[in-house]
């Protein structure tokens, strides 16, 4: 992404946003996920047998695949928006620039 913005003349203030909003995705799937641990491993040492505890950890397995796939589909999204959004100011930094060139050119004769 960064050899994109490069390319297309991001501002780094945007990208630092950008930057910003994925990995404050990022921390709150790791938080989510430490929480389910810190539950099963609670649930686990209450459970008074063996197959209590194994449909404990069943449960927490589905648990934690909905939450790595509602993480993907977030990222997902999130690359998608991006995506668009760096190729929005990438067409407007070059419309931009043509302007420029040709405002500094004058009227053509």
């Known amino acids: 992404m960064r050899s994109t913005a490069a390319r297309g003349g991001l501002t780094r203030v945007r990208l630092a946003g950008i930057e ?37 950890i069943a449960q927490a397995r589905e648990s934690v695949r909905e ?17 668009r959004e760096v190729g929005l100011l990438t067409r407007g930094l070059k419309a931009g620039v043509k302007a420029g060139r040709a405002a500094y050119r004058g009227p053509h004769r």
């Open 20 to 56: 910003k909003a994925m990995a404050e995705q990022v921390a709150r799937a790791q938080a989510g996920l430490k929480d389910s641990v810190n539950r099963l491993s609670r649930t686990l040492l209450s459970a008074r047998s063996r197959k209590e505890a194994a449909q404990q």
């Open 67 to 83: 939450s790595l796939d509602r993480l993907g589909r977030t990222l997902g999204e999130s690359q998608k928006t991006i995506t």
